[in-house]
């Protein structure tokens, strides 16, 4: 076993050896977080196209080669290869044929349960190697040589959680169930009641029709959920379209008033600084003016100013006789000078200061204003006049919303007309898909003991009678598909799900994969128990069905009835060891052939397998297969 997940490459030839793949399997199992491709074998699809195309692909490869399984449950070990044709599995009741289907459901994206993990074990291992022998061109996504094997693969962990594998590379379970359902087919009980839901008719009908609906359905597919995106983001633009409308209107008002107010930044802090002067001005007034009258002018002409030049002469003239004075005279002389420039600038200041209470009036209402602004709109008047730029560019952004929003309606309605002629086209193309199928199908039921039945298929559309809308659409289209059956000559037809029993819902099941397999089907095909509920000539002809089926595909079946197992060309059986040296029950799998295959069909019929007469019924139903 590759290290980092599975098989990886082995070629064909290497698998198909006796004994091949023994040294590979045990310990193995691959460490987590190892998900490394194996050389040769890179699988690389990313996006859900890319995934779809390598599906579509690998229906171009080969069989299902090798079936690996480590303990799952009370499967200790095993390694199934498988051939061509018809193979069958069988084994007492109990013994474990179930876990075999329940492994490959596993490699089709089946919920994990840690139940299944064998006691005393960390994990649980389940591989499917796939060979490409009859490859013929490059498979989108995966980078495979001819000759060499494809491997897909899961590891089981404790608490429910899952690895999934391809080519040794790690993937996503939904990735895994993607390509793995392009190789296997897998048709279990579950899955025949499911053929009487219409989703899955539908399904079934679309993969008969083969690449050109499926290719079809895909692009319908891409573009339904292109709708839908498109949809979510308009109603997203017109949610709530009266509040975003008020919204709009109160931005537009708001940018107004700030507009209209005509605020710069520091104007409230130079009006404040107005307003009190205005407020102090008689005050100011008269300060100024007292200082100047009493430097310049004094009361009866006694000025200071005049006062000091009165006393500048003396100082002078004694500044003559000692000179120490001269510096006392000067400085003197520079105080006259002095106090009557601050007398004349006083007396200018009084004059200049004005006492208007007009001003003050329209100071205080612009400033009342400015808080109105700001009692709205941020505490400073800076933060106002940003709020007014954000609201600018919150309407341009409306504005554009608004383009934004027609653009939006226009590209839907155009996807939302390109969707409908679409569904119309499917739909087409599932009508002439349906006849053929009822045709392949009605056929096939006539081989299984089904002379008189009828089989149709009915195709409405979803949502009333009248003309093809959006409203009518699905993700798969705009059409009901239902398949119809009658058992009984000269009743009408009625919807599957309410006429058919077990056994006659098995055989439809076999007539319809039968038909698809001859058109777009996995190139395996798996059924677990589709014998239920038939036994006798029917399940002979279930057989006859069955290596049929076998003849253009690989067929895999877990069977109860000898008159199918008698037709296998590779004869499996499931044995159960409730005894093992361990302690826990084990259960293995080996290939019968020759008296190994007489001994079982024997078991199978209820009888010993050392009863002579049972056995020559065995020869003779291995002796009547062998001719057909």
Not at 272 to 292: D, I, P, Q, V, Y
């Amino acid at each position: 076993m590759d290290q980092r997940g599975g098989l990886g490459v082995r070629r064909w030839t290497e698998l198909r050896r006796p004994g091949a793949g023994q040294q590979h399997r045990r310990g193995d199992i691959p460490a987590q977080g190892e998900a490394a491709a194996a050389p040769g074998c890179q699988f690389l699809p990313e996006t859900a196209g890319q995934v779809h195309q390598a599906r579509a692909g690998i229906r171009r490869l080969g069989l299902l080669a090798e079936l690996n399984i480590r303990n799952l449950a009370v499967i200790p070990d095993a390694s199934i290869r498988f051939e061509p044709g018809l193979n069958v599995i069988t084994g007492e009741t109990g013994a474990g044929k179930t876990l075999l289907a329940r492994a490959i459901a596993l490699l089709l994206g089946s919920r994990a349960d840690s139940g299944m993990i064998r006691p005393g074990e960390d994990e649980a291992f389940v591989e499917a190697v796939f060979d490409t022998e009859g490859m013929t061109a490059a498979v989108p996504g995966l980078d495979l040589i001819p000759g060499e094997a494809l491997s897909v693969s899961r590891r089981l962990l404790p608490g429910g959680r899952s690895r999934a594998y391809v080519c040794g590379r790690g993937a996503t379970v939904a990735v895994l169930r993607e390509l793995a359902s392009g190789l296997m087919a897998f048709s279990a009980q579950h899955e025949q009641r499911s053929l009487m839901m219409a989703d899955r008719q539908a399904d079934i009908l679309d993969t008969y029709a083969g690449s050109e609906v499926t290719d079809m359905r895909e692009e319908y597919r891409l573009l339904y959920e292109q709708r839908l995106e498109a949809a979510a983001r308009l109603e997203a633009l017109t949610q709530d379209s009266r509040l975003r409308q008020r919204e709009l209107e109160l931005l537009e008002f708001q940018l107004a008033e700030i507009k209209a107010a005509g605020a710069r930044a520091g104007e409230d802090g130079e009006l404040e600084r107005e307003k009190t002067m205005l407020l102090k001005a008689a005050e100011l007034k008269s300060a100024a003016g007292a200082l100047g009258e009493a430097l310049l002018d004094g009361a009866g002409g006694d000025s200071v100013k005049e006062q000091l030049s009165r006393l500048l002469p003396a100082l002078q003239e004694s500044a003559e006789i000692d000179a120490g004075v001269e510096s006392i005279a000067g400085r003197l002389q520079d105080c006259v000078f002095e106090l009557e420039d601050l007398g004349r600038e006083a007396r200018d200041y009084a004059g200049a200061v004005v006492d208007d209470p007009q001003r003050l009036q329209e100071v205080e209402e612009r400033l009342e204003l400015l808080a109105q602004l700001k009692r709205k709109y941020g505490p400073s008047l800076e933060e106002v006049l940003s709020y007014g730029e954000a609201a600018a560019v919150k309407l341009e952004t409306a504005a554009a919303c608004d383009s934004d929003e027609t653009s939006l309606r226009e590209e839907l309605d155009r996807t939302e007309a390109e969707l409908v002629s679409l569904a119309l086209e499917l739909r087409q193309a599932r009508r002439k898909a349906a006849v053929r199928l009822e045709d392949e199908a009605q056929g096939h039921l006539g081989e299984l003991a089904f002379d008189s039945t009828l089989f149709s298929i009915s195709l409405k559309q979803l949502e009333g009678d009248d003309a093809l809308g959006v409203d009518h659409l699905t993700a798969s289209g705009a059409d009901l598909v239902e398949f119809l059956v009658s058992f009984n000559p000269g009743m009408p037809a009625a919807p599957l799900a309410d006429t058919a029993s077990g056994g006659e819902l098995s055989r439809v099941m076999l007539a319809v994969k039968s038909a698809i397999s001859g058109s777009a089907g996995a190139p395996t095909l798996v059924f677990d128990e589709i014998d239920a509920g038939i036994g006798g000539e029917t399940g002979t002809a279930v057989g006859q069905k069955l290596k049929g089926l076998a003849a253009g595909s690989q067929v895999i079946c877990i069977t109860h009835l000898a008159q199918i197992a008698c037709f296998a060309d590779a004869h499996f059986s499931v044995i159960k060891n409730s005894a093992a040296a361990s302690g826990v029950t084990e259960t293995g799998v080996r290939r019968l052939d020759g008296e190994g295959i007489v001994d079982e069909l024997c078991r199978m019929m209820g009888s010993d397998p050392s009863d002579s007469q049972a056995r020559g019924h065995a020869a003779s139903l291995l002796e009547r297969s062998a001719s057909v």
